[in-house]
């Protein structure tokens, strides 16, 4: 299993359906070669090094592959025997725990739980040919090592997952509110978004606080997953501890100071709470500022213009005021935010005629299996007039 560093492998990155692009862009700019856009996820070429720093900071990446065998198999008894055929001692240790995922778009095989089943016993076989009985055991929960089998009609692919845990876990947050956005897809709304990471920042309805971490996080260039303790390639026969400490402390010499205000509000005190609480254990207090306010009825000032950006209610969280709302978010943005350039995400298009102003940009994406909207608008000084300019998909 063991490459040098220096030494180029495939790998895939995958990402939520619409952020591909922003996935690959990431890529490009931390170095990835052979970066080929998919169906949530983006290819890419890469050595181990590469692939220590791909985990530690991209932002709109949920986890890294590293394909180690592809075979094709249209039997359930096919899928055993190849998989079986993997020298699998190379990749683990009989005294690590294992867990095996499975993604399936295939005329021959209808269960992903069944293939991942398959798999799963093929490599405990292995090991008990190899030593007489002895297995690793399996931990679905919080296994030392994920296994990937991915099967398109009869073409399947097993990877380890460098990744462990998926990605959006950053480890900074542990308080959450009932419908709490992923950071993954916030980190990829403020990357969509035409902020410039130099001007003020506003989340007017911040929750607990995931907008604001992520927004903090780009503008310092902080690493999304410094918080994190662990990733599954450290529990690989072939980690490079002196490598992964070299790259750590490379990706957080490049963090940098940031001179605007990013501020979150919110008008449910417990919600306020929990976003003081991520903000600190993100160790981003000092840069971020959260504030108890209702933002309808008294709006936060951005005297120097900016970038508002916010997750209002939708789908799940709607309410009997809904409309009301929305109405009174277009009215707030009139009013207020001449110079500023705002961004929301929904999935209530009904809604968002109530905001009666012309979004100047639309683009779809998806909050988990929710079809949205990401839209601007553009608040002009003067004539505090939305832009006329027709919106695009």
């Keep these: 299993m063991k490459n040098s560093v220096g030494e180029n492998f495939n790998m895939i990155a995958k990402t939520q359906l619409g952020l591909e692009e922003i996935l690959a862009d990431e890529l490009l700019k931390l170095g990835a070669q052979d970066i080929q856009v998919l169906n949530r996820a983006v290819s890419f070429v890469g050595d181990v090094g590469f692939m220590y720093k791909a985990n530690l900071n991209l932002r709109t990446a949920i986890r890294i592959l590293k394909p180690i065998y592809k075979f094709t198999a249209r039997r359930d008894v096919d899928l055993y025997e190849e998989a079986k055929k993997l020298d699998w001692s190379k ?111 506003l989340d007017p309805m911040c929750g607990s606080g995931t907008i604001l971490i992520e927004a903090a996080m780009i503008a310092c260039n902080i690493p999304p997953s410094l918080h994190r303790k662990k990733f599954g390639f450290m529990n690989w026969l072939d980690f490079d501890a002196d490598l992964w400490a070299k790259i750590k402390e490379v990706s957080i010499n490049k963090v940098s100071d940031f001179e605007g205000r990013i501020i979150g509000c919110d008008r449910a005190f ?6 003081q609480d991520n903000v600190k254990d993100a160790m981003l207090d000092d840069i971020i500022e959260i504030k108890r306010a209702n933002f309808i009825r008294k709006p936060e000032p951005m005297p120097n213009g900016g970038t508002i950006l916010f997750n209002p209610p939708y789908g799940e969280r709607l309410t009997a005021d ?72």
């Design 270 to 275: 417990a919600s306020v709470r929990k976003a």
């Design 91 to 201: 990749y683990i240790s009989i005294d690590k725990t294992i867990a095996v995922n499975a993604a399936v778009h295939s005329d021959f095989f209808n269960h992903s739980h069944y293939v991942a089943l398959k798999v799963k016993d093929a490599i405990v076989d292995y090991f008990r040919d190899l030593t007489k009985g002895r297995r690793p055991d399996v931990d679905t929960k919080n296994p030392d090592v994920r296994i990937n089998i991915h099967v398109s009609n009869d073409k399947c692919t097993i990877s380890l997952d460098s990744s462990g845990d998926s990605l959006h876990k950053r480890g900074y947050r542990h308080a959450t509110n009932e419908a709490p956005i992923s950071e993954v897809l916030a980190a990829g709304l403020i990357l969509l978004s035409d902020w410039d990471r130099q001007s003020d920042f």
């Design 322 to 393: 809904t409309l009301e709302l929305y109405s009174q978010i277009g009215d707030t943005f009139k009013k207020n935010y001449a110079g500023c350039s705002a961004w929301l995400i929904t999935s209530d298009m009904d809604a968002v005629n109530h905001i009666h102003l012309k979004h100047t940009r639309r683009i779809k994406i998806f909050n988990g299996k929710l079809e949205c909207r990401f839209l601007k608008y553009q608040m002009y000084e003067g004539s505090k007039k939305i832009c006329k300019k027709k919106a695009t998909d």
